[in-house]
């Protein structure tokens, strides 16, 4: 079967695959009110997840991260890293979690296939980690870490969103966490979402400035890796760890897109700021489906806009990043 490939040459080998919206969380920029369910909502089941995996894995899909909301609330998480692991085309599985479950299970996920896992800690100041998320859970989050890094995991990375006003001065705490540590941090800039524009002006602080600081300190800008997709890659010889910046706003960011999306509900995403997801469900029911499956998303790919337009002011707004795992 031929490779999912856009009109503008892009490979799409990477799939972020949502298996839940719950989030037991209330992070300010993402569920400030927390999760509230719409309707009864039934997220893919372990079957259907092997049907999706199945076809993304026929069509050059190599790495699924498992996302959500939060993935590891799924009492079947454990299982969904064996369906992924079981399909021999998956070389990566990873996930993205607010460790919240971490510190019990990280073993227990390394085991099953697990081989990188994100982990958002927005703050090293834990008075600040709860304003920012709004649960008191710092220590248990970092015991998770800790855990993470001892259970054998190819990469761990933190994730934290860079927010004006709330976590701006922590990247010297930061840095001094990895010069010691092994640990990838990813700054992420924040993203523009239903909270509304208000939140986002009052908060969005450019990756630009952080990359002056890193570079005016001695990081060097590492050569793109196949799969680091839009990330910027700072290193420095000094310090274990790395920093990633990921800037959505910036130009060009769209030219490196390796990944596809499909939420929750088993909807497709072709970007992060796609209002509308297409339709899948109908034919992740049986393996039979498969070709069938195939066939629309390469019908689908030939769609793909060439970047999101954020620069033009259309934020094609997603209602929070939870509802189909960032
Ligand atoms: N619950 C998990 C977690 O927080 O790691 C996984 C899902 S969460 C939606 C995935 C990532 O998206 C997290 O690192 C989170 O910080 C980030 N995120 C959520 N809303 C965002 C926004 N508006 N802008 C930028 N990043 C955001
Ligand atoms: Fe939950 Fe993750 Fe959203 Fe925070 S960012 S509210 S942990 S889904």
């Known amino acids: 079967m031929s490779q999912l490939q856009d009109n503008f040459g892009r490979r799409f080998h990477y799939l972020r695959m949502s298996v839940t919206d719950v989030c037991n969380f209330k992070c300010s920029y993402c569920l400030p009110d927390g999760y509230h369910p719409d309707g009864k909502p039934k997220f893919l089941d372990l079957n259907e997840i092997e049907n999706l995996v199945g076809a993304f894995a026929e069509v050059g899909t190599q790495k699924i991260r498992i996302t959500g909301g939060e993935p590891t609330l799924r009492k079947d998480f454990t299982d969904i890293i064996r369906v992924v692991k079981a399909n021999e085309k998956i070389s990566t599985i990873a996930t993205t979690t ?17 081989r990188r896992i994100n982990i958002s800690v927005d703050s090293l100041d834990p008075r600040m980690f709860y304003q920012i998320t709004g649960e008191n859970k710092f220590d248990d989050v970092m015991r998770g870490v800790d855990a993470a890094l001892a259970a054998g995991f190819e990469r761990v990375k933190i994730n934290a969103v860079l927010l004006k006003g709330l976590n701006d001065k922590d990247l010297p705490r930061f840095l001094h966490w990895i010069k010691h540590t092994p640990i990838d941090l990813r700054f992420i800039e924040l993203m523009e979402t239903g909270l509304g524009r208000d939140y986002f002006q009052q908060h969005h602080l450019a990756g630009s400035d952080i990359k002056s600081q890193l570079l005016q300190e001695g990081w060097t800008l590492d050569k793109a890796a196949i799969d680091d997709g839009p990330a910027q890659n700072f290193s420095h010889d000094e310090f274990k760890g790395r920093v990633g910046l990921i800037m959505p706003y910036e130009k060009n960011f769209c030219a490196s897109c390796n990944r596809l999306r499909v939420s929750a509900k088993g909807k497709l995403h072709l970007c992060l700021f796609t209002e509308h997801g297409v339709e899948l469900r109908d034919l992740l029911q049986q393996r039979a489906q498969r070709d069938e499956l195939i066939t629309r998303l390469h019908g689908q790919l030939q769609t793909k806009k060439e970047t999101h337009y954020l620069h033009d002011g259309i934020t094609g707004i997603t209602k929070h990043l939870a509802s189909i795992g960032g």
Do not use: P, Q, S, T
């Open 98 to 114: 607010n460790g919240y479950r971490l510190a019990k299970h990280a073993k227990e996920w390394f085991d099953a296939g697990l």
